[in-house]
């Protein structure tokens, strides 16, 4: 009995002196925050990655991520207060990574890779993110900023802070003043645009992507001047360096604006991709048309989107009439970086009088996904328009002269197909406008003109004309009323998002005019393959042109992206799709592809 009450009062004491050490230990702030759940997660996180930045940010609740083990605790204490502060005044989640070294890569693509993968902002109302990133033994450095926040942080005063202060102090190996007065500055900035009335904390996006800095929805301007008065490296290699893959999709956009600009004529460089480097292998240019291309977009605003591999660069304008005049610019991201994709472009957009229109299996690119949400095609036109707008349709476009007898009056019409009014106002594909609300329409381009003025440009819904039209050799009268642009132009992309789904793993287009002379009229061309895809086991190439397709079917000539789908979409998984294609307009080669259901989101 007494050897147990011995025991009850040393369990007793140790308890006591646990709870006074407990107090001891808990009166310092610093303490408590170490020993948070998140916290200790982070600490635990930081011991086991040390050396290797991780692929996913260790703390919601930490600024300072030091994977070398070089930066002073008490910078890192101070750099999270400073991070806190400025998360809790503007909405601001700044991050500071400190890395021994990024073998093998480029420091400006590192950091917008782990921006986006850290999704650095994503908390905030907005893509309010502010990234330091330090490679020390590479000495480099790199401010990325989230694209909500380029009206606050200018490339400009980005550029100043790296190179006059940031990369000062660190040569000097002066760490805490180098990050304070970084951070330091960058608070200044923002009290100064505040005093200035810029609402700091809320700045907001509007952009729904997958990538938070700013490679997705990035704005600006291209200066055709100052592109041309920047000196180029010298040597031939720095040249190639120079307009190689870029680090993100505008600075692929801008080096290929000052590409133009200069009218150059290297497309073996790395600045465009593989499909692009073969398309201009056979493809002839004029000199004049580069420049010229550069001259465009001289002052004129443009609009970076981009969703995992693939971006695009176009002249956002709430008149669609103006936004059509110029292109959609489409870039990859590759294994090297950041290229032009100017071979889907030649592919899938054309121009035809003042306007840049989609063409057949354009709606079928993995780019369309960066505008399906709030853009569709315009029927009559096939160009960009916003989505919810007052812009209306008659849903016409015009017939060749060669399809119809020249002799005949007016000006003949094709209809599409998808217009929402199902008897489409009662005109029919041939048709030929005589007159439109009392006013003649002549033959040829006058013609043309006069209907492109009422009925094509400048439409707004509930728009109603009175129309002659000459039809089977005799004279009907119509009264027309404009449709709401309300369809979907993208749905069959949208298929490829749907899941389970049969596949075969591949992005595809229709063939240049070039490419049809190797195959017999319009075809279909693989734009892209993904990687372990039956496409891929199959041995498909991307720039393959698929001839024909076979197996228990007859074979298809004149293989156009949409009929290729509708033949993959009538087959089930097991069964075995035989191909023929043409592979660098040289090789015809045989291939198998065994068709799979698949989880996967996009590809075909």
Known sequence: MKCKKETERTVKSKLQIFLVSLIILCTSLDYIYAFSSDNLAYKIGMFLKKGKVPPRRPSQSRYCFDFSGVVPKDVVRDIDGYGRSLREEFDIDFVVIVTPSIPGEDISTFAADIFSKWEIGKETKGRKGILILIAQEDQKVKIEVGYDLESIYSDLYVARVEREILEEFLAQADWKRGFLATIENFIERTYHMQDKGVNVRGVTGTARLGYYSGGAGAKGTFDFGAALSKPLPQTQQDLRKYFGAQPTPELAFRRYMEFCARNMKDYTLDLFNDRTKFFFSYWPTASGQRRSEAEEWDGLSYEVRQKGKWAVVFHPDSDYMKMAQHPVYLIEK????????????????????????????????????LFMDDYTLKPNTACLIRKKTDVGTFGIYFLGTGLYNPAEPGVHIGVWEKIQDKDRNG???????????????????????????YLINNVKAGDRHHLRIWRGWRFIELDVEAQP???????????????????????????????????????????????????????????????????????????????????LRSHKAGDRLKLEVLRNLKERKAVTVVLEETEHKGYY
């Open 485 to 567: 642009v309300g369809n979907d132009s993208f749905s069959d992309f949208r298929r490829c998002l749907a899941v389970p789904r049969v596949w075969m793993g591949v992005y595809i287009g229709m063939t240049n005019e070039e490419e049809e002379k190797y195959v017999n009229g319009p075809s279909t061309v693989v734009l892209d393959v993904y990687p372990g895809s039956p496409a891929d086991k199959a041995g498909l190439k991307r720039g393959d042109i698929i001839c024909k397709v076979g197996g228990k079917r007859a074979p298809y000539d004149e293989l156009l992206p949409g009929q290729f789908l509708k033949i």
């Open 427 to 453: 005109l029919r594909t041939g048709d030929s406008i005589v007159s439109i609300d009392g006013k003649k329409v002549p033959r040829g381009r006058e013609g043309e003109r006069i209907v492109t003025r």
């Open 334 to 369: 590759t294994d090297k970086g950041w290229q032009m994709d100017l071979d889907a472009m030649a592919r899938g957009l054309s121009y035809g009088g003042r306007f840049v229109h989609w063409v057949n299996g354009a709606w079928l690119y993995p780019y369309v996904e």
